[in-house]
């Protein structure tokens, strides 16, 4: 069931140390995410799952790869990516396509907020994994002074299994 606006999983639990050093072991393959017609760096981003294949980098993240099997098992998804944004930004208001996205924060700070009408919340890196409904208007801020890095599952297209 999705809620309201995001809510811990609380049958999932992750060694944040280990999965920020899989992630710095490729994050030199993010690739530039600019705010639409303008010269704005909003996100670096690496698809590890599209369209239900995983990459080849991904083949060589055992822990990543280990989560998003036990994730998989509960949840559908055909995309996993991380999601590196930038201090000092934020998004447009909008809602996603996706029907479901699970988030797990790797790296982060006390400025970054998820914002819902006029709720704001904070998901530390503390090995907490998240269901957030993006199918609400909604938006992300990095207010801090270094990026935001989670690890996103999300589906475009069907409900989650359970």
Partial sequence: MKPDYLTPIKAYTVDV?????????????????????????????????????????????????????????????????????MPDTCYSWHTDFSQLCVHIPLITNEGCRFVYEDKAFYMPANGSVYIVNNERPHSFMNGGSVPRVHITFENFGSRPTR
Avoid: W
């Fill in 17 to 85: 140390v280990r999965l920020v050093e899989e992630y710095k072991s490729v994050q030199q393959h993010m690739t530039d995410r600019k705010r639409p017609g303008t010269p704005v760096l909003i996100q670096k981003a690496l698809t590890l799952v599209q369209d239900n294949i995983d990459s080849d980098i991904l083949k060589t993240l055992p822990y990543t790869l280990e989560i998003a099997t036990a994730i998989r098992n509960t949840y559908t998804f055909n995309t996993v990516s991380y999601r590196c944004i």
